[in-house]
T-cell receptor, first 114, second 116 residues
Framework: AQSVTQLDSQVPVFEEAPVELRCNYS??????LFWYVQYPNQGLQLLLK??????LVKGINGFEAEFNKSQTSFHLRKPSVHISDTAEYFC????????????FGTGTRLKVLA | DTGVSQNPRHKITKRGQNVTFRCDPI?????LYWYRQTLGQGPEFLTY????????KSRLLSDRFSAERPKGSFSTLEIQRTEQGDSAMYLC??????????????FGSGTRLTVV
């Protein structure tokens, strides 16, 4: 079985400051990893994904994440946030074979302050 | 490509009534997933289809829930005899199963169900 832990339920940050949203996972098998963003009353939008290869992956809207297998982490970063980045961010994993159903974390609410 | 479409966007129903939600996936996607998201939580897997075959159902999906995907196109999720605990956002997602497996879902905007 897999599990995902997002330790920070809320992260306030000032506009143009850097931000890191943390994600740790547990799995006995190889997994793919994802970050999704959810704006109020919307579905989830894929930010980036790690399937294989380079451990640093770049996504949309200037976000990037680094896969660290030894620490079982996949933290999301952005060097300079905008007010429009205010949203809920979800980390998810799925085994590399089988149903590809996702296990989501509980989410981190990023609030960008002016 | 119009994305994944879900209808209705919002549904308010009285306890005990039946409700049905519809999901239209991206046309070339062969996998379709249903998730449920309650307030302050991440989405939880309910069921998925590959083409028209329903391949897995979560234990969260009680006997009151049924999902179909006739002809491998759109899907419906029906909840019979709704309870207040069914109030949630119901999310549909689709994906194309390629050589790398999960290329990443495309989610719809969801159907928010409120049972009063």
């Amino acid at each position: 079985a897999q599990s995902v832990t997002q330790l920070d339920s809320q992260v306030p940050v000032f506009e143009e400051a850097p931000v890191e949203l943390r994600c740790n996972y547990s799995s006995s098998v190889s997994v793919y990893l994802f970050w999704y963003v959810q704006y109020p009353n919307q579905g989830l939008q894929l930010l980036l994904k790690y399937l294989s290869g380079s451990t640093l992956v770049k996504g949309i809207n200037g976000f990037e994440a680094e896969f660290n297998k030894s620490q079982t982490s996949f933290h999301l970063r952005k060097p300079s946030v905008h007010i429009s980045d205010t949203a809920e961010y979800f980390c998810a994993v799925t085994p590399t074979s089988g149903t590809y159903k996702y296990i989501f974390g509980t989410g981190t609410r990023l609030k960008v302050l002016a | 490509d119009t994305g994944v479409s879900q209808n209705p966007r919002h549904k308010i129903t009285k306890r005990g009534q039946n409700v049905t939600f519809r999901c239209d996936p991206i046309s070339e996607h062969n996998r379709l997933y249903w998730y449920r998201q309650t307030l302050g939580q991440g989405p939880e897997f309910l069921t998925y289809f590959q083409n028209e075959a329903q391949l897995e159902k979560s234990r969260l999906l009680s006997d009151r829930f049924s999902a179909e995907r006739p002809k491998g196109s759109f899907s419906t999720l029906e909840i019979q005899r709704t309870e207040q605990g069914d109030s949630a956002m119901y999310l549909c997602a689709s994906s194309f199963l390629d050589g790398q497996g999960a290329a990443g879902y495309t989610f719809g905007s969801g159907t928010r169900l409120t049972v009063v």
